[in-house]
């Protein structure tokens, strides 16, 4: 959407529908329109209808009368056509004319406007896709007024303190003692294992070709392509580079190859795993459901266990000399799992999976733009992006200037996971009807089942922690832990259920917010316009580079893969704000009674204990939580 009031902005303003709220008289009138109601179109009183009309009607009046009259206005009318067709011609052009320069001005200015301002930006787009979600004209929703309020005004006296918050670092030091090793020969991995069989390295004797078509986004394959390594190493297998599945959700058609390297890739791995690019020509054609060497998640049970791929797995292996697992979501488990297979997978996560140069470069320049800085300032920066950042400074730089932190935020807040939560957000009876037909059209197994149980209150989901935290509960928790409003945001994230008007309460309290469509010129987007997997990527370098990283919600394939990114190649540096959604909610639940001083120290005391550092619990990801002796190594 353009500026308001501009061409653009004001055909949009009439996509509305009926369930917008539209008041009786307006929808009638919208109804008429559409309908083609009789009446409309009909001449107005002193038109050429009406006057033939009322001539025709007076009929006391002799036809001599009529005819003579008729004559005249005939012949009136002629000489006034005569006499004015070159100014009638002059008008016609002048419009059209204007109409042109109008078209011109919108389609050179409309893009400059957007690309400045975000919050048009994303209602322009939602409202093309989805208006009824995203973009409808709504008042503000605030469920936590008075907290808002405190918070305001606590913001206000400390923005001009020099003192910074303590979580722009790691609150426990020893964070820094643990580092990356996953890459490197452990004594441990000479030994057979929990008798499965395996030996560290490549086998010599493959027996036979594994082929994964890989479902989800981004995250989701990234973690199937790892756990495939792991397999095909278990197994003796040869691993075919595991194709990625087209998703109605996800719309992207991309591919390994134009999201990772390719031959970095088969090099990090290629004295572990027998690896290749493509079935052999013979395999190609063959129908692996008919033979049955097709394996679906329904075959898998989830987080399988190694047993289970010997069992049900290797026989196939031999008999067919290929299986292809189809889907293949979260189907292998973390524990009890092989030494070295375990480090292989976090050999494969953190070393062999690297973004194509491509997303590495404008990825850089994410970085560089939110910095104002052009130089590597971790492990983690030239791990993401390679050589695209330099290790010293440009002369363009003064080395004296320190570059600009930043934190970025993982808002999950769509439609889709707002509307499967079952929770209620303060939008009142219009968004629960919102949220039911939704649910209705495309979750109808949650509601089948709904109608068998009592389902919990919305309330009682709250209490349990089980409600996305809203983009207000976002900007409470960075307050309450001293983030000044002038703190720079790059928000990542797809689009926020409410738009602008349910963003207000984050973006009045800190108004740096910027996404990547802000940083980027749409000629440095448009390489991966309707690629939705190499967009993730870019957000997923902001969010790893991220001098702290916030989510709010833990479970997210994101938030997970970001957090151990960190972990492994923080150095201790890398802090992660990890709200706990239960405790938040008993916070909030005092909101009319709490004082501003009580509320900072008891989210200070929940983010901090989620800050604690430990070694990787069992059953836990590796990917996730790599500090374990078969990922990283801890110095004294």
Known sequence: MGKQGSPRSRLDSLNFDSSSGLKEHQFKWTEMLQNGDPSLGRRVPGGDYYWDSVVSGKGSKNDTMKSCKGVYAGKRHTWWLHRHIRSIIFTFMLVCFLFLLDSVMVSIFDPVILHHNLAPRKSRVTEEKKPTYYDQERSPVKMYHRLLNLASISLAERENEPQL????????????????????????????????????????????????????????????????????????????IPKFLYS??????????????????????????????????????????????????????????????????????????????????????FDPFPFNLQRLRCKCNFHALKFVPRIQKVGSLLIKRIRKYNSARSMLDKQLLGDFISDVPSKEHNTIRSPSNYLALHLRFEIDMVAYSMCEFGGGENERRELQA?????????????????????QELRQMGRCPLTPEEAA?????????????????????????????????????????????????????????????????????????????????????????FRAYYGSGNSPIVRPSKKR????????????????????????????????????????????????????Q
């Open 438 to 458: 939704y649910r209705e059209e495309h979750f109808p197994l949650v509601i089948k089942r709904l109608k068998k149980i009592k389902p919990l209150t919305p």
């Open 248 to 333: 109605n959700v996800w719309k992207d058609p991309s591919q390994f190859s134009d999201i990772y390297q390719e031959e970095n890739f088969l090099n990090v791995l290629k004295d572990d795993v027998n690896i290749v690019k493509e079935l052999p020509p013979d395999l190609k054609s063959i129908d692996f459901e008919e033979i049955g060497s097709l394996i679906t998640d329904a075959d898998l049970p989830k987080e399988a266990t190694p047993h289970e791929y010997i069992k049900n797995v290797l026989l196939l292996l031999q008999r067919n000399g290929v299986v292809h697992f189809l889907g293949f979501g979260n189907r292998l488990g």
């Open 476 to 564: 409470l928790v960075l307050a309450g832990l001293g983030f000044k409003s002038g703190t720079y945001i790059y928000l990542a994230g797809s689009q926020i259920y409410g738009g602008r008007t349910r963003m207000h309460p984050l973006t009045s309290l800190y108004p740096n917010l910027v996404t990547k469509e802000d940083l980027l010129s749409p000629s440095e987007l448009a390489p991966f316009k309707n690629f939705s997997s190499q967009l993730a990527a870019l957000d997923f370098i902001a969010c790893a580079a991220a001098d702290v990283f916030a989510m709010t919600d833990s479970g997210s394939q994101l938030s997970s893969l970001v957090s151990g």
């Open 584 to 635: 938040l909610a008993a916070i909030l639940q005092e909101n009319s009674s709490i004082g501003w001083s009580t509320f900072e120290n008891r989210i200070e005391k929940m983010i901090e204990e989620g800050q604690r550092v430990h070694m990787r619990p069992l059953g836990k990801s590796i990917y996730r939580q790599p500090r374990c002796k078969e990922c990283m190594c801890k110095h």
């Open 165 to 240: 918050s303590k979580f722009w670092k790691e609150t426990y030091p020893q964070a820094s003692l643990w580092k990356p090793c996953a890459h490197k020969k452990n004594s441990q991995e000479n030994i057979v294992l929990l008798n499965y069989g395996t030996m560290a390295g490549k086998p010599r004797n493959s027996t036979g070709f594994i082929l994964i078509s890989a479902n989800g986004g981004l995250n989701q394959q990234r973690v199937a392509v790892c756990n495939g390594v792991a397999v095909a190493s278990l197994l003796n297998a040869t691993l075919v």
